[in-house]
């Protein structure tokens, strides 16, 4: 493994995760900074703000101290916070393109993203195409002279593909397009896009960086100060943004991304192990596995393989909704990155949306976002739960 998946500041991860955009309160000296529950602000005289801030759209308080902490985390110039993730998404693509710009987009991508493509941005004259992110000639040969922005997850949801950031990173300048990169599934804390070349990075926060599933959040971290500005302009014109609540809660799950992340990661290689082995499983899908077809590039991009786990059933689709129907300390739900082990069956749930499409995924899939409980618990719910 690498270990040179630092932010670009002298201090470790850990410390910047709990310190940047943390100031103690200048009135009363809390070390956590407070909520801003405020809608608008008193001003000294016509023009005269306090602090840059007017009316909390346009910016407040708790939110840039969060917005600070996001561009630390991921190396970035400016971190912006939105209501969601797929509000982060659709300010990205609406300051980003035009009517007959085009998009390509992973062969496997999140469901709500290829919706947003599929029955949003088109209806506005955008185009899109799939390709295999995994290989880069696949990318290079889906671009086309109007393609504006490479759209890129790794580790992909739901089959934990793995896209090599540096080598697509090379094909987007090259063809004079942006690369957005989702790192949802690994967290600034095992992987840097923008160190490697990436020109915009896209979070759901309502997953590992906020981590306690008790929050709905997205985020843009990007390198270029001209480019935050833009994308500045279109969060307060949108609107879209996270709320004082919403933005506190996500600080405070940073502070321990770091730890949960290694936890996440530990328990997950433990699980693969065993779903390996089982007779019941017909193929694990995991980065951290030495045939993963991915497992070279992750290696050397991420700092560890992380908390989400993949695996089919033999028995088709029945057989894999039955395993998820009888766990019992994996909570069946949607989601995932929280500190609680969850399961789910992502062409019944996450994945509905790209059914009949090219991005359809397997009946007999079952993905797990694997928790920070004790592994031993973990194991033996699965294992009865595969019967």
């Known amino acids: 493994m690498s270990d040179s998946h630092t932010t ?7 410390t910047v995760a709990i310190h940047a955009g943390n100031t103690a309160d200048p009135l009363t000296g809390a070390v956590v900074p407070p909520i801003y529950q405020v809608s608008t602000y008193k001003q000294d005289g016509v023009g005269g703000l306090r602090g840059g801030y007017e009316y909390s ?3 407040n308080p708790t939110r840039t101290a969060l917005e ?3 561009a630390a985390l991921e190396g970035g110039r400016r971190g912006l916070a939105f209501a969601s993730g797929l509000a982060a998404e659709d300010c990205l693509l609406r300051a980003l393109l035009a009517p007959g710009d085009h998009v390509v987009i992973p062969n496997d991508a999140y469901g709500g993203t290829f919706r947003l493509f599929a029955k949003v941005v088109s209806r506005w004259g955008v185009e899109w195409s799939v390709a295999d992110t995994s290989d880069p000639e696949a990318v290079r040969a889906a671009v086309t002279d109007r393609t504006k922005a490479i759209w890129v997850e790794t580790p992909s949801n739901p089959l934990l593909g793995i896209t090599d950031i540096a080598a697509v990173a090379q094909i987007a300048r090259e063809s004079g397009a942006r690369l957005v990169v989702d790192n949802t599934f690994a967290s600034p804390y095992l992987q840097q896009p923008l160190a ?4 915009i990075v ?3 926060m309502t997953k590992y960086m906020g981590g306690h599933s008790d929050v709905v959040g997205g985020a843009l971290v990007v390198s270029d100060e001209a480019l935050g500005e833009e994308l500045a302009y279109h969060q307060n014109a949108m609107g879209a943004v996270a709320g004082p609540f ?5 600080l405070r799950g940073i502070k321990t991304l770091a730890v949960r992340m290694d936890r996440h990661s530990e328990n997950a290689t433990k699980v693969t192990d065993m779903l390996t082995r089982h007779a019941r499983v017909t193929q694990v899908l995991y980065p951290g596995l030495p045939e993963h077809p991915g497992h070279e590039i992750a290696a050397k991009q991420m700092k560890s393989f992380g908390g989400m786990v993949s695996f089919r059933v033999e028995g088709g689709e029945e057989a894999a909704v039955e395993v998820c129907n009888r766990a019992k ?4 739900g949607e989601s995932l990155g929280g500190v609680e082990s969850l399961i789910e069956h992502p062409g019944r749930m996450t994945h509905a949306s790209v059914a009949g499409s090219a991005l359809e995924v397997p009946a007999d899939l079952v993905r797990l976002s694997v928790g920070i409980e004790a592994a031993d618990d973990l194991l033996a719910d699965l294992q009865q739960a595969l019967g």
């Open 8 to 14: 670009p500041s002298t201090q470790s991860f850990e």
């Open 57 to 59: 759209r346009s910016a």
């Open 68 to 70: 600070e902490n996001l």
């Open 196 to 199: 490697l070349g990436a020109d």
């Open 202 to 204: 896209v979070h759901s």
């Open 246 to 250: 919403d933005a506190w809660l996500v």
């Open 329 to 332: 300390l994996f909570t069946l």
